[in-house]
C-alpha cells in the first residue's frame, strides 16, 4: 500500500536537497552539449538505480531497534544541513568550475544510445554517497515504507534533472546556488527535529 503522504515527504526533503546538487549542473551542461532528452533518460536511469540502491539498504537498517534508526536518521540529517550550509557559502563560486568540468565529460559528437549511457556514467559516478542518497535511506529506515519512499525520492530526482533539462540556465539566473542549499540545510534541520520530537512522543 503506498503512503501519500510519505511519497510527498519524500519527494519534498529530496527535491530541495537535489537542486543545489552538482547533479543538477551536470545534467543542465550535458544537455546543452548533447540532445535534451536523451540526457534525461540517462540521468533518470541512474537515479533509478542509485535511488533502488539506498531503499534497500535503508530497508535492512529498518530491522533494527527503532529508536536507533529513529536517532541515526536524525543525524543523518542534521549531518545533511551541515553539509549544506557549509557548501553554500562557496556554491556560487564553484558553479563556473563545476560547468566546465561537465562539459569536458559531455561528448557533443554522440548520438541516441551514446548520449543515454553517456549520462548514466556521468551521473552514477557523481551521485553515489551522495546526500539524497542518505537522506533516502534514513526515510526509508525512519517510516519502512521503501516503496513510498522510492516513489518520492525518484520522482523528486526525476523532477529536478527535468528542470535542469528544460529551464535550467534560467533558474541559475534568477536563483543563487547557495541560496538553494539554505533552503536545503534548513528543510534537512526541520525533518531531524521532527524526528526526535517523534522520538519523544
Known sequence: MIDLLVVALAFGAIFVVELPDKTFIATLVMSTKMRPLFVWIGV????????????GLGTAASFLPEQLVRTVAALLFLIG?????????????????QEK????????????LKV??????????????????????????????PVSVFLGAWGALLTVSGL?????????????????HYVGATVCVLMAVLTVWEMTR
Open 44 to 55: 533518470g536511469l541512474a537515479f533509478l538505480v542509485q535511488t533502488g540502491v539506498a531503499v
Open 101 to 112: 568540468e561537465f562539459a569536458a565529460r559531455a561528448d557533443a559528437s554522440a548520438r541516441g
Open 116 to 145: 543515454v549511457l553517456t549520462s548514466f556514467v556521468v551521473l552514477f559516478a557523481a551521485e553515489w554517497g551522495d546526500l539524497s542518497q542518505l537522506l533516502t535511506i534514513s526515510l526509508v529506515a525512519k517510516y519502512d515504507d
Open 81 to 97: 544541513a551541515v553539509i549544506l550550509f557549509r557548501e553554500a557559502r562557496s556554491a556560487d563560486a564553484d558553479e563556473a568550475d
Open 164 to 180: 535542469a533539462v528544460v529551464v535550467g540556465r534560467l533558474l541559475l539566473q534568477r536563483i543563487t546556488l547557495s541560496l538553494l
